[in-house]
């Protein structure tokens, strides 16, 4: 499982918010991070969760 963020993230900062353990600003690029390229196991429910909770739908699961 992989997260992908959408170009349209307006970087309102709410999934570093409730994920810390999947987000990170960027501050240098302006952007958010995902901490991991495959996403471990134990973090795939709060993975999908948090596309639920991103309010413009930016954040995106790819299988
Ligand atoms: S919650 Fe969504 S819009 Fe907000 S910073 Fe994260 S990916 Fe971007």
């Known amino acids: 499982m ?8 307006i970087r ?5 918010d409730l994920y810390p353990d999947l987000f ?3 501050y240098q690029e ?5 901490l991991y390229d495959k996403i471990p196991e ?3 429910a709060r993975a999908k969760q948090s596309a639920e909770d991103c ?4 954040i995106r699961i790819v299988e």
């Open 24 to 26: 990170q600003r960027n």
């Open 2 to 9: 992989k997260i992908e963020i959408a170009d349209y993230c």
């Open 42 to 44: 134990h973090l795939w």
């Open 55 to 58: 309010a413009v739908a930016a």
């Open 30 to 34: 302006h952007c958010m991070d995902v």
């Open 12 to 16: 309102c900062g709410i999934c570093e």
